[in-house]
């Protein structure tokens, strides 16, 4: 079995791939990463929250261009997940207007995006349709 370890800090793998957000204690505003100070009301004290592992699409854009080696089309979307915004990727979908809309129910997935010398495998999380895998 190979080790896998989280691309972004915010990523739990086990036992149920999801994601924590930092939510200020003063408003409850939720962010991803490290947080020194709550953009919305500047309060400094924060706690883990788990965030819900499905959501709809609020908002999106097809890439068609980036750099090279990045593989396009694809979609950027953001997610909305129980009334926590996530800036991701959707997946297992085809990347055009026919298939990606406003308000798709979709779920939280992981992908191996790279493997070390020592099979160290880095995963990171997109979103898929929702029920449809």
Known sequence: M????PFVDYLVL????HL???????CAARYFGRRNACARCSGTGFRSVDVASSGEV???TIVTFAAPGVPVPFVAAVVDCDG??????????????EHV???????LTTTVVGTD????????????PAGEH
């Open 20 to 26: 924590v957000a930092a939510e200020c204690t003063g």
């Open 117 to 128: 010398d020592d099979g160290v495998e880095a995963v990171n999380y997109a979103f898929r």
């Open 101 to 107: 809309h406003l308000g798709m129910k979709v779920e």
């Open 14 to 17: 086990d036992p149920q791939p």
């Open 84 to 97: 926590t915004s996530v800036r991701t990727n959707l997946t297992d979908v085809d990347a055009s207007p």
């Open 58 to 60: 609020r908002a999106f």
């Open 2 to 5: 190979s080790t896998r370890i």
